[in-house]
């Protein structure tokens, strides 16, 4: 099919779900790079769909695949097979001891629906509280969960979803005397307003540990620790939802260790599989058997799939043997010394946040009035698609100057420099 073609009957027959599609035609992926029609290279900054940790085609997990495809496959939901045990022990190994019983799944927001199950069964309550920038999938429980996209033109959302403010240092109007950013009454505050909201029947509150889609929004230094006090004073059951986050992606196996709480529920997804579909919900012993005695029932077509968890235990080994997550703080580091290089050498780039290879920069249209620069987002992406390198930028209202950089943990340094590169001159191009 020649190009024309592929696209007119992309535009006859391809439903659009969401963000306009990026105007190349990928034929193949392979490490850090896709490679477009005419075998041109363009260096993945998103790891597909912020995913794909290993990059892409990683022999590890093709050989897994392989294996898995022709030997053990799918089976009957009520059949376990020894994949799935093993991921499940593996998978508590990395965590702390209370987060133990591993439900294996497929999607991001079906972890997080399955998770809400758990919790509004747990605690015999329904209301869910999460960010106002939150984006914790489409399914109908995750989806009235998400406040950043999607909540207009399809009727009523679950009922008993409040938000708490998205702690943004950048733009919150929260602020001390001295200019800086007061989470502490910012969240004491939003507290106050659940509150008010609340019919008293607070289940949980569902969050990221860094919001990705609500514009690489990282909490301060002990605030997830303060919402869990929160939480417990409440008798709330804090999720904390690890898609983008979780198996090493910010420099830490998970990124609510630098807060040392421990979740009461964590649901995993999209590293997990490094790109291939595998998601998971972790609780305690505790959760995991009220919700049994009461009835639990997540009984889906995929649950406990033999191949999702043999690229899961396939995907957690070599992150632990290649040590990716130590590998991953040095390349953060050097990472976020290259973007404030960024901010300090343009007026348009006015913040640079996120940690490990998990970072953003928000471009404005200058430092003091942060006007969001969202046309010069546009450009800068094409402009960046032009010179080789796919940049994902936040494609919401409102917040279209966000670019999320999220590159495969395995990326050469190299590699990393040469898209920061084209970045830069990108950005430079566009303004002059
Ligand atoms: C933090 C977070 N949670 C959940 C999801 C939903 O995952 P999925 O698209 O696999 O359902 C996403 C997807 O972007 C996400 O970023």
């Not at 898609?243 to 649901?267: H, K, N, S």
């Not at 790109?275 to 995929?302: N, Y």
């Not at 130590?326 to 010394?337: E, Q, S, V």
Request: with cysteine; hydrophobic share 40%; charged share 20%.
């Amino acid at each position: 099919m020649d190009t024309d073609e592929f696209w007119k009957s992309a535009e006859q027959h391809v439903v659009r779900y969401g963000a306009t599609f990026v105007p190349r035609v990928i034929k193949r992926a392979s490490g850090s790079y896709v490679y477009d029609e005419d075998g041109s290279a363009i260096l993945d900054f998103t790891s597909g769909q912020m995913s794909s940790v290993l990059g892409h085609s990683h022999p590890d997990v093709v050989a897994t695949v392989s294996t898995a495809v022709a030997t053990l496959d799918h089976l009957f939901s009520g059949m376990l097979s020894e994949p799935v045990v093993e991921v499940s022990a593996k998978l508590a190994a990395t965590l702390p001891a209370s987060l133990n019983k591993v439900l294996l799944l497929t999607t991001g927001a079906e972890s997080n629906e399955a998770a809400i199950k758990m919790a509004k069964l747990y605690t015999g309550r329904y209301e869910v509280v999460s960010f106002d920038r939150s984006w914790h999938g489409m399914t109908s429980g995750a989806a009235s969960a998400t406040f950043s996209a999607g909540r207009r033109g399809y009727g009523p959302p679950m009922p008993g979803n409040l938000t708490l403010p998205t702690p943004n240092a950048y733009r919150s109007p929260f602020r001390h005397s001295d200019g800086s950013y007061d989470w502490r009454s910012e969240l004491e505050y939003g507290f106050a307003i659940v509150d008010a909201q609340s019919s008293g029947s607070l289940a949980a509150c569902l969050v990221e540990p860094i919001l990705s889609s609500g514009g690489i929004i990282e909490p301060p230094p002990g605030y997830l620790a303060r919402l869990k006090e929160l939480c417990t004073e409440r008798g709330m059951l804090l999720v904390v939802d690890e898609a983008q986050t979780g198996v090493g992606r910010t420099g830490t196996m998970y990124a609510f260790e630098r807060d040392g709480i421990v979740p009461d529920l964590l649901t995993l997804s999209k590293t997990l599989g490094a790109g291939l579909p595998v998601a998971a919900v972790v609780t305690s012993d505790e959760i995991e058997s009220v919700c049994h005695e009461r009835g639990f029932l997540f009984f889906t077509t995929h649950v406990s799939d033999p191949l999702a968890a043999a690229v899961a235990l396939t995907v957690l080994t070599v992150v632990e043997r290649d040590g990716l997550v130590d590998r991953t703080a040095r390349l953060g580091r050097h990472l976020g010394t290259r973007l404030t290089a960024l901010k300090e050498r343009h007026e348009q780039v006015g913040d640079v946040r996120g940690r490990g290879l998990l970072q953003g920069i928000e471009l404005v249209t200058d430092k003091v009035g942060k006007a969001p620069a969202e046309d010069l987002g546009a450009r800068v992406t094409a402009e960046c698609l032009r010179r080789g390198l796919h940049m994902n930028i936040v494609q919401l209202p409102g917040m279209g100057g966000i670019f999320r950089i999220a590159p495969p943990l395995t990326i050469a340094e190299a590699e990393l420099d040469a898209g920061l590169d084209i970045l830069d001159d990108a950005i430079a191009a566009c303004l002059h």
